[in-house]
């Protein structure tokens, strides 16, 4: 059993920056691929960020590449997303995930995610 718990979600300007955490419990953390994805009011969750359960490669949304930045700490069991450069269209609710296998990388199905945090928002104002 795995629990998932991000903070860092905030009000920010566009231009802004903001660091998102995802605290696990359990002995499982390290051994999965990990990611993040968001969804906003009235559409779909969508991928942003997936990381190696290692931490040695890291894949991303065209979206978000270049201005975001994942990683994770496995001797602290937690997952981070560094988010700098923050538009509008960055407004959403940001869940971290675990993958259900290390079968494939990169995955940006939802449905290869087995557990998920309750999310953190995250708004820029124009």
């Known amino acids: 059993q795995v629990q998932l718990v991000e903070s860092g979600g905030g009000l920010v300007q566009a231009g802004g920056s903001l660091r998102l955490s995802c605290a696990a419990s359990?002995?499982?953390?390290?051994?999965?691929?990990m990611a993040w994805f968001r969804q906003a009011p009235g559409k779909e969750r969508e991928f942003v960020a997936t990381i190696t359960w290692g931490g040695g490669s890291m894949y991303y949304a065209d979206s978000v590449k270049g201005r975001f930045t994942i990683s994770r700490d496995n001797a602290k069991n937690t997952l981070y997303l560094q988010m700098n450069s923050l538009k509008p269209e960055d407004t959403a609710l940001y869940y971290c995930?675990?993958?259900?296998?290390?079968?494939?990388?990169?995955?940006?199905?939802?449905?290869?995610?087995?557990?998920w945090g309750q999310g953190t928002q995250v708004t820029v104002s124009s």
């Open positions: 359990g002995r499982t953390f390290s051994s999965f691929a």
């Open positions: 995930a675990k993958a259900r296998s290390n079968g494939r990388f990169p995955n940006i199905d939802p449905r290869k995610y087995d557990y």
